[in-house]
């Protein structure tokens, strides 16, 4: 069946810092790959998203590349703000409205 | 424009009893989703609504039941409450003939099962 993995967490980094938050995916076809970032106490948002191959989805400083021959969503951010302190989650849909798939998430804690 | 929106925002009841959660869909969106989501995991999908029939399914026993109403709003349904079903309930709404639509959440409803 389809899967998403991440990479464990927690990730505590310092501001300005360089972020990447791994994630792999298995599935059938070609799926639509999401990141979905979760403040504390409020639903999930959608940052960034890619439908195909090589497709690179980006929002917010944030950017993700589509790796289809790696199977990977990886999710980077040059120089990151303590406002980015979240739970970052990758997910992936088979496309048009179907169900979304989630990894177990990723807490990301920023200190100034 | 207004997001999707969900009632109540939390709420508390004893195991056995009978709960229904609203989710208002974001405006021009035709496809309601829920989703489950237990503390530190990320979210278990539950079903998916698309005019008025439940579309997709997920492993959930048929104790969680939904309905969609003609304006796209959607009720989730949750009979004979056990303490495993304490969680947030999250709704999505989406387009459903657009390829790679993405979904939109709202901020969900905390259940607490005592």
């Known amino acids: 069946g389809n899967s998403v993995t991440q990479m464990e967490g927690p990730v505590t980094l310092s501001e300005e810092a360089f972020l990447t938050i791994n994630c792999t995916y298995t599935?059938?076809?070609?799926?639509?790959l999401f990141w979905y970032v979760q403040y504390p106490g409020e639903g999930l948002q959608l940052l960034l998203k890619a439908t195909k191959a090589d497709d690179k989805g980006s929002n917010k400083g944030f950017e993700a590349t589509y790796r289809k021959e790696t199977t990977s969503f990886h999710l980077e951010k040059g120089s990151v703000q303590v406002s980015d302190s979240a739970v970052y989650f990758c997910a992936l849909s088979r496309g048009g409205a179907q169900k979304l798939v989630f990894g177990q998430g990723t807490r990301l804690t920023i200190n100034p | 424009d207004a997001g999707v929106t969900q009632s109540p925002t939390h709420l508390i009841k004893t195991r056995g009893q009978q709960v229904t959660l609203r989710c208002s869909p974001k405006?021009?969106?035709?496809?309601v989703s829920w989703y489950q989501q237990a503390l530190g995991q990320g979210p278990q999908f539950i079903f998916q609504?698309?005019?008025?029939?439940?579309?997709q399914r997920g492993n959930f026993p048929d104790r969680f039941s939904g309905h969609q109403f003609p304006n796209y709003s959607s009720e989730l349904n949750v009979n004979a409450l056990l303490l495993g079903d304490s969680a947030l309930y999250l709704c999505a709404s989406s387009l459903y003939k657009i390829g790679g639509s993405a979904q939109h959440f709202g901020d969900g409803t905390r259940l607490s099962i005592l």
């Open positions: 609504y698309y005019e008025e029939e439940e579309r």
């Open positions: 405006s021009g969106h035709d496809t």
């Open positions: 599935a059938t076809g070609y799926p639509s």
